[in-house]
């Protein structure tokens, strides 16, 4: 126990508390538990139920998991894809309501949609309202399946303030939703088989009505590609749902590692990302092979210093007494503890590994790592070449005949070094992320694909809230 905090050691009058690191807890407790969107769930939501009974309403709001509120999903395809198995499935996984638009006209209204019979809008809307509203008195989340279809039924849906947590849209082509209703007919696969007027019909109604319905959610929509085998449909869709809201409360300074191996785009990720949270960049394996002695100019957001602001000496005294060494003493500078860092090409054993978790001021909060093929790392580097004389980096080939006299490759960068560093980080990555925590904060992203693609992954990791638990 901390001095001062029992009966048998009291607070003397000359005691001084450690602020600073009581706040440093206190801030990282509260993120971590997601506290501000716990409280902006509950008031939020009291103000749109306005119970008689708001202590009541509250404590029932308490008991919902996800500290933003109860999953709220909206499903959209076209028809014919077999969409009503994986909305069932997901809100098994989840443990949600499953409303199903098409099912909840067929039994009340007498209405069947698979056979092309229409129902007004509002008639629609009412008895999806009364599902929806009878899972949100008992504090349950719901998967709502094919509705809305139209922007008036979003506007009814508006009016009665029920807002999606995420939007998922199955998308596939006519000629695959043609071809997945001639297998149900041959009885190769299982699905309602509907009649080819109809399904024109129903494509048609879509393909006018769809984007409309849907315009109001377009930040919270993510696209699926429904034609891809079920399991990775079905996958995708609960790795969306296990996403959370962005937060709107404040956070803690970022602390991002990014791991890879060469030729993975760990570098450029790590500085494109710094730049965008306004962080400090740290290369690690620069830091080490620069060793400047010069003093450094402050630190831009997005800009990495190799150099620390103390004389050799100190710094390498400095440095001798840090776990991490110069990397330490770097993360440790007040830039970083105010706005945060991106680090990379530091991390490569276990024990580091190990020594920078138990560090509680300096330990990642979100830890990345790009995996990529040797074939694509290769691929990546075989036109990078340095100049030996100014040091500069070229992807292309230059104009000057001279500049590219002087122009030569690394040989990490040769076929073999790249390589053989692949394989070193395959065989250390294991023990590297167990080293480094279990707790959701560790993400895995194939970074063979467009670099793009990649970054907007890492970008959606790094600003939300860690994902659901799949336990």
């Not at 939501?45 to 998991?65: F, R």
């Not at 690394?410 to 073999?416: K, L, T, V, W």
């Amino acid at each position: 126990m901390a001095p001062g905090t029992t009966l048998a050691d009291p607070v003397a009058a000359d005691h001084k508390p450690d602020l600073g690191s009581s706040l440093h807890e206190i801030s990282e407790y509260l993120e971590k538990q997601q506290a501000y969107d716990l409280f902006d769930y509950l008031l939020r939501d009291l103000l749109v139920s306005q119970p008689q009974d708001p202590l009541q309403h509250l404590i029932d709001c308490l008991q919902v998991k996800v500290p933003s509120g109860p999953l709220q999903v909206f499903v959209s395809s076209a028809p014919g894809i077999g969409r009503g198995p994986l909305c069932r499935n997901l809100a098994l996984k989840f443990g949600l309501t499953y409303i199903s638009a098409g099912q909840l006209l067929k039994d009340q209204l007498g209405v069947d949609v698979t056979k092309g019979d229409l129902a007004d809008d509002k008639d629609v809307a009412t008895v999806v309202l009364d599902a929806v509203k009878q899972a949100k008195s008992l504090m349950q989340g719901f998967v709502l399946d094919g509705f809305p279809r139209t922007r008036m039924q979003t506007s009814i849906l508006q009016e009665h303030a029920i807002v999606p947590t995420h939007v998922l849209v199955l998308k596939a082509s006519t000629e695959n939703i043609l071809e997945r209703q001639a297998m149900i007919r041959d009885g190769a696969i299982e699905g309602n088989c509907l009649d080819p007027k109809v399904l024109h019909a129903k494509l048609n109604q879509y393909t006018c009505h769809n984007s409309s319905a849907l315009e109001t959610y377009s930040a919270k929509i993510k696209v699926i590609d429904a034609s891809a085998p079920t399991e990775f449909v079905s996958s995708e869709m609960e790795r969306i749902v296990r996403m959370l809201p962005r937060s709107k409360g404040p956070g803690c300074p970022p602390r991002v590692l990014i791991l890879g191996p060469r030729g993975s785009g760990v570098r450029e990720h790590a500085s494109r990302l710094a730049s965008r949270l306004g962080a400090v960049f740290v290369d690690g394996e620069r830091l080490q092979s620069t060793r400047q002695t010069e003093s450094a100019q402050p630190c831009s957001p997005g800009r990495m210093t190799t150099s620390i602001d103390l004389p050799q000496e100190k710094l390498a005294s400095i440095a001798g007494e840090d776990a991490l060494g110069e990397v330490g003493v770097r993360l440790r500078q007040p830039d970083c503890k105010a706005q945060g860092y991106v680090m990379c090409g530091y991390i490569n054993s276990p024990g580091i590994a190990k020594v920078l978790a138990q560090d509680i001021h300096l330990c990642p909060t979100r830890v990345l790592a790009l995996r990529a093929s040797v074939d694509v790392c290769v691929a990546r580097l075989r036109h990078l070449t340095v100049d030996k004389v100014t040091g500069q980096v070229w992807t292309t080939r230059p104009r000057s005949e001279n500049v590219r006299k002087r122009l030569q490759r690394s040989q990490q960068d040769m076929p073999d070094a790249v390589a053989a560093a692949n394989e070193a980080f395959e065989a250390t990555f294991p023990s590297i992320l167990q080293a480094l925590g279990s707790d959701g904060r560790c993400l895995e992203i194939q970074a063979d694909g467009d670099p793009e693609e990649v970054y907007v992954n890492v970008v959606e990791f790094v600003e939300r809230p860690l994902p659901l638990s799949s336990s």
